[in-house]
C-alpha cells in the first residue's frame, strides 16, 4: 500500500511540475496575485517568455522585469537581445512592459537595440544609461512610454523615428545633452516634449514630421539658439512655449531657431496636465 501512495505522491509532483510544456505550469501561479516575476541578466529568450506569460496571469498585463546584478556591459547587452528575440517570437505578447532599471552595467542602449519590435509598449531605463545609440527603437509603433535616464546626454540619429505611439517625451536629465537629426522623426503622436534644463544641441530636424506636437517645455533658463530646424513640419511649429525656470520672456524671441514668433510663450509654468 506505501508503494502505491508513494507512486501516486511522485506522479503528482510531476504533474505539477511539468517542465515540458511551459504554459501547463501557469496553473501553479495564483492568478491576480500581483507577485512579479523577474528574470536575471543572464537568462535566455525561453526564460523571458516564461516570466511574461507569469506575469500576464498574475499582473494582468506582459512584464518583463530584469532584477539588479553586478553584470558586466556585454551580459546586460546581451540580455537586451534576449528580450528583442523573446517579443518577436511571440507578436500576440501586446503592449510588453520593459523594465531594466536595475540594470546597472549597461552605458548605452545599443544601435538598432529594439528596431522594429512591434509589441514593446513602454521601457524604463537605468540613470547608468548616458547614450541611446542609432536607430535604437526606430519604428517601435506601439511604445508608448519612455522612463528616460537622469544621466542620458545622447539620443543619437534615428533612436525614436516613427515610434507613433508616443504623445509625451520627458527629458529631464542632470547631465548636458545632445539631440541629433531625426531623433525623434516621425512620432506622428507625439503633443508634449519637455527639454532639460542642460540642453546642449537640438540638430537638424530632430523633431520632423511631429505633426501633433502642441507644447514644449524647457527646464533650462539660458537661451539656446540655433540656426537649423528641429520641428520642422512642412511649415507648422509648435504652438506653447513653457519656461517654468524664466521670469522674462525677452531673451528667448530666438529659442531653437526662432520659432517662438509663431508660438505663445508662458513663463514660471509648466505644461498643463
Known amino acids: 500500500m506505501k508503494y502505491i501512495l508513494l507512486f501516486l505522491c511522485i506522479l503528482s509532483l510531476s504533474c505539477k511540475y511539468n517542465v515540458a510544456n511551459p504554459v501547463a505550469t501557469l496553473k501553479d501561479y495564483t492568478e491576480g496575485s500581483g507577485i512579479i516575476y523577474d528574470v536575471s541578466s543572464s537568462a535566455t529568450a525561453a526564460e523571458i517568455e516564461m516570466a511574461l506569460k507569469k506575469n500576464k496571469h498574475s499582473l494582468g498585463k506582459y512584464l518583463i522585469k530584469v532584477s539588479a546584478t553586478n553584470d558586466t556591459s556585454n551580459s546586460a547587452t546581451n540580455i537586451l537581445n534576449k528580450i528583442k528575440e523573446a517579443l518577436n517570437k511571440n507578436p500576440s505578447f501586446n503592449n510588453v512592459e520593459v523594465d ?105 530636424n530632430a523633431f520632423k514630421d511631429c505633426s501633433q506636437l502642441k507644447n514644449v517645455e524647457y527646464l533650462g533658463t539660458e537661451n539656446k539658439p540655433t540656426n537649423c530646424s528641429p520641428f520642422s513640419n512642412n511649415g507648422q511649429n509648435p504652438k506653447n512655449l513653457y519656461l517654468p525656470n524664466v521670469s522674462s520672456k525677452d531673451s528667448f524671441t530666438n529659442f531653437l531657431c526662432g520659432t517662438s514668433g509663431s508660438w505663445t510663450i508662458y513663463t514660471n509654468k509648466h505644461i498643463p496636465n
Do not use: H, Q, Y
Open 100 to 204: 531594466i532599471s536595475k540594470l546597472e552595467g549597461i552605458t548605452e542602449i545599443p544601435e538598432s537595440a529594439f528596431k522594429d519590435v512591434k509589441n514593446l509598449g513602454s521601457i524604463s531605463l537605468s540613470d547608468k544609461v548616458t547614450t541611446i545609440k542609432k536607430e535604437a527603437f526606430s519604428g517601435c509603433s506601439s511604445l508608448n512610454n519612455v522612463r528616460f535616464s537622469n544621466g542620458l546626454e545622447k539620443i543619437c540619429e534615428g533612436a525614436f523615428s516613427n515610434c507613433v505611439s508616443l504623445t509625451l517625451v520627458m527629458l529631464s536629465s542632470e547631465k548636458e545633452m545632445t539631440i541629433e537629426k531625426n531623433a525623434f522623426t516621425g512620432c506622428s503622436n507625439l503633443v508634449n516634449l519637455v527639454l532639460p534644463k542642460r540642453l546642449k544641441t537640438v540638430d537638424d
